[in-house]
């Protein structure tokens, strides 16, 4: 319910024939297996993080390694202008599987390649708005590593993103808005740096070791670092949106394959362009059913 008005939100929509898949779900830039379990919504700042409509294509790519090619919605997302379509979101990513020469890492390598479209706010000499275009284009690594062994306890979960005009695709950023590009002075289309990314472990309490020895289900927790970094031009305002850091612990507890309930303590840090900051703090509890 998390729609307009508490309605319903559509979240997955999309068909697949044989490698061939087509519709809305989760985007191939994003990594979903490296994700440190959370209770905050609104998610990690600095993960890659975006559901979107696509075609993609993922041929046969070895034992060990899955391939996924994709068109995705070229949309541009940019602060104080009027964003428009470009014609290409081109992504690719590479996905090593917990098998083979490294064992029982996974990890993965993901590329997107775009076209950013907006119109400038000057008018032109003939009196029409001048549609302005950039390339944006960016890599991103991340992985899942089992700590203890066996892989069934403890886990190190990462990533990190850097490019240029791909803030649509990072949380924090797409949630703020304006991401992707701003107009220089000159009237010309610039996109935006930026880097981002998480490290997290996540641990398994041993709950036979405790009072809770006679509780059925898991108990365990994450403990994420996070941030985003965005390398403004000299001419944006002072109150740009330049860095954030994110840290968060938290304690799920799954007394049943269903249930789920968790309680996490939040801390951020937002930095803008001038220098100027603020800090907040936030816990939370929460159950879920899952069906």
């Known amino acids: 319910f998390q729609g307009d008005n508490e309605s319903f939100r559509l979240r997955h929509a999309f068909g697949q024939f044989r490698s061939i898949l087509a519709g809305k779900t989760w985007s191939t830039f994003m990594d979903i297996d490296s994700q440190p379990e959370e209770v905050d919504v609104e998610g990690i700042n600095g993960q890659v993080l975006r559901r979107q409509s696509q075609i993609r294509w993922f041929p046969e790519f070895g034992e060990n390694y899955n391939l996924k090619l994709a068109l995705e919605d070229p949309a541009t997302d940019i602060y104080n202008a009027q964003a428009q379509r470009g014609a290409f979101d081109l992504v690719a990513s590479l ?61 190190i979960l990462w990533q990190l993103t850097y490019g240029e005009g791909i803030g649509r695709y990072i949380n924090d950023l797409s949630s703020v808005g304006g991401g992707d590009a701003v107009f220089d002075p000159e009237g010309k289309l610039k996109a935006l740096p930026v880097f981002s990314g998480y490290v997290s472990y996540m641990h398994r309490w041993p709950m036979k070791r405790w009072f809770l020895k006679t509780w059925p289900g898991v108990l365990r927790s994450s403990f994420t670092l996070s941030w985003v970094d965005i390398n403004n031009y000299d001419f944006q305002e002072g109150s740009a949106y330049d860095r954030t850091v994110r840290a968060s612990m938290n304690l799920m507890y799954n007394p049943t394959q269903h249930i789920q309930g968790g309680l996490e303590f939040l801390w951020g840090e937002r930095k803008n362009k001038d220098g100027s900051k603020g800090t907040a703090t936030q816990l939370q509890f929460a159950m879920r059913y899952i069906f």
């Not at 390649?113 to 907006?118: G, I, K, P, T, V």
């Open 95 to 155: 996905n090593k599987m917990p098998l083979g020469p490294l064992g029982r890492w996974n990890y993965r390598v993901g590329v997107v390649l775009r076209e950013l479209r907006a119109i400038n706010s000057e008018i032109g000499s003939d009196g029409a708005l001048p549609v302005k275009s950039t390339t944006g284009w960016g890599i991103t690594t991340g992985g899942r590593q089992p700590v203890t062994h066996g892989g069934e306890d403890d886990f």
